[in-house]
């Protein structure tokens, strides 16, 4: 064997170990983009959150002062709107990403035209 095929074969395994290191790099992490369904779940939790949170509170004020369930019905709507405008917040703050992305991608085509 001589030092030119030495040298090829060398190259040849070089490539086999890049192309085997390339296969087994993990994919990017999705941390930063939430998927739809987690959105979803989100809006969900926050919403129960309230209701629950507001439930608590107002049943404890009953037992206290011994009165009907006044004080659980007015926090329970009090949670419940709490909880409409947690989850109004998160649809906003997905849009808000949605159109900085869209109009990200908008600019790289411009400028990929260009």
Do not use: C
Not at 6 to 25: C, D, H, S, V
Not at 53 to 66: A, E, N, P
Not at 68 to 79: H, T
């Amino acid at each position: 064997m001589n030092d030119q095929d030495r040298t090829a074969e060398k190259a040849a395994i070089a490539a086999r170990i890049a192309a085997a290191k390339g296969l087994q790099e993990p994919a990017p992490r999705m941390d930063e983009h939430y998927s739809q369904a987690q959105m979803a779940w989100r809006m969900v939790i926050e919403l129960v959150a309230g209701l629950g949170i507001g439930f608590g509170i107002g049943y404890g004020l009953d037992l206290f002062f011994g009165t009907l369930p006044i004080f659980m019905v007015l926090f329970v709507l009090l949670g419940l709107a709490a909880g409409v405008k947690t989850m109004l917040r998160s649809a906003q703050e997905m849009q808000d990403e949605k159109i900085e992305v869209e109009s990200a991608a908008e600019t790289a085509e411009d400028t990929a035209k260009e």
